[in-house]
């Protein structure tokens, strides 16, 4: 489809007409979180703000390194592709760089701990890659002193990057998380694969997807019932749950469930209190859950963390499901593979469902 072109400003004003020429825009199957937009000189990427509709989050003009830059540019971050020398502040945009065979372009991580990837691990671990601290707050004089060019972050709702922000690099805003299905997330692989020049295989690596996908959606599908299920757990004072609108929930769809907060509106994560949760799940099937730890995590930790917890039918039956986050390579592939999770979950909660021999339990495990 081809589409008059505007000049807009990287934050979402509305901008004049900038050219007379018309840009052609990339087809998108799942995908509503950005749009790409392709001119004889560059290309532009225009990603929405998944908080304030119609507002824009971030708008790139992507221009090969080889190529001279065009006298007249429309407003936002000029981006040199492919992108090297890149700070990546997530194990998931590192395992996607991965995937597309570009990790050599790593040379900065944020929070190595949760690297699942062998590869990625044992680079950090010969300082290839450097540690850069929390992603929250990361080491700016070393992201300088490694000659990063790129910024690979995740944004979250008013919060910005702090002192990265000064730093004049291109900051890449992989707001992927924020999609509201397993393949619009997935879709943005498209958009990783142009940064780094790599756009035949991730058209690839998505057919794939979606074809693996579709055919474990329609398995659950056939199946007759559709149990309930709750999700993650309290901390501090109130219970994080996925949004009704989020990729989880719909998911959870997916595999044949329902989800007790799938009126909740939001599309990213959000919380309830304890009252809220137990309300809504006391009585659920199944309850889903992950957990960061060296150890299992068992019905006894659960009851000593909170005894309440002891009222849910789930915890009475026994049908408690952990995902240890950093023993399985759950965030690594959830974003490109979520016909892995999609698996796992079928296999939860319609264990009568003969799925194809390739699917194994790979994240979620009973509780012990």
């Known amino acids: 489809m081809c589409t008059a072109f505007f000049c807009s400003s990287p934050r979402g004003q509305k901008g004049a007409l900038f050219s007379e020429k018309s840009a052609c825009r990339d087809t998108l199957s799942y995908a509503t979180g950005f749009t790409v937009d392709r001119f004889d000189d560059y290309t532009y990427v225009t990603l929405k703000d998944p908080w304030n509709e119609g507002k824009i989050l971030h708008r790139y003009i992507l221009i090969p390194k080889d190529a001279p830059l065009p006298e007249r540019l429309p407003e936002g971050t000029l981006v040199r592709t492919p992108i090297d020398r890149v700070v990546v502040y997530t194990s998931v945009h590192a395992s996607i760089l991965e995937e597309l065979g ?7 991580v944020c929070e190595p701990q949760y690297l699942t990837s062998q590869r990625i691990i044992s680079l950090v671990e010969d300082g290839t890659i450097a540690n850069v601290g929390e992603a929250v707050s990361p080491n700016i004089e070393k992201i300088v002193d490694i000659g990063t060019e790129v910024l690979l972050a995740s944004p979250f709702e008013n919060i910005g990057y702090g002192a990265a922000e000064k730093l004049g ?3 890449i805003e992989g707001a992927d998380y924020m999609e509201i299905t397993a393949l619009s ?15 035949a295989l991730a ?7 979606v074809r693996n996908y579709e055919e474990l959606k ?16 309290k901390y501090g004072v109130s219970w994080s749950i996925p949004g009704g609108k989020s990729y989880m929930a719909s998911l959870f769809k997916d595999a044949g469930a329902k989800y007790v907060f799938d009126d909740n509106d ?7 209190s304890f ?5 809504r799940g006391r009585n659920a099937d199944y309850w889903v859950m992950k957990y960061a730890s060296d150890k299992p995590f068992t019905y006894a930790d659960l009851r000593s963390e909170y005894l309440p917890y002891e009222y849910f039918d789930s915890f009475i039956n026994r049908k408690i499901y952990t995902c240890n986050t950093i023993r399985t390579p ?17 296999h939860i909660f319609h264990p009568e469902l003969q799925l194809p021999e390739r699917y194994k339990q790979r994240y979620y495990f009973p509780m012990q």
Do not use: N, Q
């Open 218 to 233: 329609a398995i659950a599908a056939s199946s007759s019932t559709r149990p309930t299920v709750i999700t993650e757990r």
């Open 330 to 346: 759950y965030y690594d592939e959830i974003m490109l593979y979520p016909e892995y999770l999609l698996a796992d979950m079928i």
């Open 169 to 171: 690099l291109p900051i």
């Open 266 to 272: 939001k599309k990213g994560a959000t919380s309830v």
């Open 185 to 199: 997330r997935a879709e943005w692989i498209k958009f990783y694969g142009l940064l780094v020049c790599k756009e």
């Open 203 to 209: 058209d690839s690596l998505f057919a794939s997807t």
């Open 275 to 279: 009252e809220t949760a137990l309300e």
């Open 102 to 108: 570009e990790e050599s372009r790593i040379i900065g």
